[in-house]
């Protein structure tokens, strides 16, 4: 669920969807999509509360590093010459409301 709504939420600010769950070994890219000249690498992460941290913050430094692996996959494997950028989509879902926090650059292949 979270993962759609963050699809719609890129695509309703003019992001073009290239993939969604893609795979490089054991590992996943939640959405890969295309805004200007930029290639954006999207881990969404998605919580009923925020009671032990906002869900951004459940991005470690081990899945950053597996993000900047597998992006630099895609860029080879698929040709890429477009500038590279990660992004975090954090959905806070109750029973009341939905909150979408999208944190782009929210970190870097330097470490």
């Not at 003019?14 to 795979?23: A, K, M, P, R, V």
């Amino acid at each position: 669920m979270g993962e759609a709504l963050a699809q719609e939420h890129l695509q309703k600010n003019g992001y073009e969807i290239l993939e969604t769950n893609w795979h490089c070994g054991h590992n996943e890219v939640d959405i890969i999509a295309k805004k200007d000249d930029t290639l954006v690498f999207v881990e969404v992460k998605t919580r009923k509360t925020s009671a032990f941290g906002e869900p951004q913050l459940f991005v470690t430094k081990e899945k950053q590093r597996s993000y900047i692996f597998m992006a630099n996959n895609y860029v080879q494997r698929y040709n890429r010459n477009e500038e590279v950028r990660f992004d975090i989509i954090a959905i806070l879902m109750n029973n009341s409301q939905t909150e979408i926090t999208h944190i782009e650059g929210a970190f870097s292949t330097i470490m």
